[in-house]
């Protein structure tokens, strides 16, 4: 268990995401928020929740924990990355166990905290449903936003002058996603995000699109991206790497790299990271 502080980083990363969701979503969405009163435009409250979230995002990305542990806090980046071959099989098991841990246990903090205001209608545990034109429009918009942002962090992470504002650009993209495609889906990306939620609200209004759309978004843009760069194009699986905290999917690489390869078969890329040059 040598890379068990990085997998309860994830845990807490995601549980800290799902309460914030969950605090900002009874300021804006509860009907007694003063808040909500003073602003009665969805719109005008989306954005807001898309600003938060947001920064969020990119607070939790920067952190001490989340340069560490690379801040994937959703199975579809885990499983994407694995694809890609940047993070070992015994990694990726772990971090998707610890993520869905961490978004169950966030909501449970945040219903502990806020009681029954959370449990209102308005607020409905800060759960991603599809919106009013229906499941499969729900569907292709969580598979369309989640390639985007798998097509955006890897050409941006892999660029040697743009890698270290990865961070910047994932939140931007969750607070545009809020403002303008929450209507769509409720904007999630994140299967253990949706699933503490639902689990909390006990509503599984198509539950399956959430734990479908993503990851095949995100294996969809994988895919575009080896198509165009190839795998000698994608450095690593953290979405910030230049810090000094250890990183272990560098460490992966570099043992399968130093492994001896079969007979006849082809070597290995090895690139890694600038910084770790």
């Not at 309460?19 to 969405?29: K, N, P, Y």
């Not at 959370?118 to 759960?127: E, G, I, M, N």
């Not at 598979?143 to 743009?162: D, F, M, Q, T």
Request: charged share 10%.
């Amino acid at each position: 268990m040598r890379h068990l502080p990085e997998y309860l980083m994830e845990a807490a990363l995601l549980g800290l995401f799902m309460i914030s969701a969950c605090a900002f979503t009874v300021m804006l969405q509860h009907p007694a928020s003063p808040v909500h009163g003073a602003i009665p435009d969805p719109f005008v409250r989306r954005l807001l929740t898309g600003l938060a979230m947001g920064t969020t995002a990119i607070l939790l990305i920067y952190s001490p924990w989340g340069k560490q542990s690379g801040a994937h806090m959703n199975p579809a980046i885990t499983l994407t990355f694995t694809r890609l071959g940047k993070v070992a099989p015994r990694d990726a098991l772990a971090y998707v166990v610890a993520q869905f841990a961490g978004g169950v246990g966030g909501v449970l903090i945040a219903r502990m905290a806020l009681g029954r205001l959370l449990a209102h209608p308005d607020v409905s545990y800060a759960a991603t449903m599809p919106g009013r034109w229906g499941v499969p429009v729900a569907f292709f918009a969580e598979a369309g936003i989640s390639c985007l942002l798998v097509l955006v962090v890897l050409s941006v992470s892999n660029h040697p002058r743009w890698a270290a504002y990865t961070g910047v650009c994932a939140g931007l993209l969750v607070a545009g996603y809020i403002t303008f495609e929450a209507p769509l889906s409720g904007m999630s990306m994140n299967p253990a995000r949706s699933f503490g939620s639902a689990l909390f609200g006990r509503n599984w209004n198509a539950i399956w699109i959430y734990f479908t759309a993503p990851p095949l978004g995100m294996l969809a843009a994988a895919q575009l991206y080896l198509a165009h760069r190839g795998r000698e194009g994608i450095a690593c699986a953290k979405l910030h790497h230049q810090n000094s905290k250890r990183c272990i999917f560098c460490d992966y690489h570099r043992a399968r790299i130093a492994a001896p390869a079969p007979e006849g078969a082809k070597a290995q890329g090895t690139n890694l990271h600038p910084s770790t040059l």
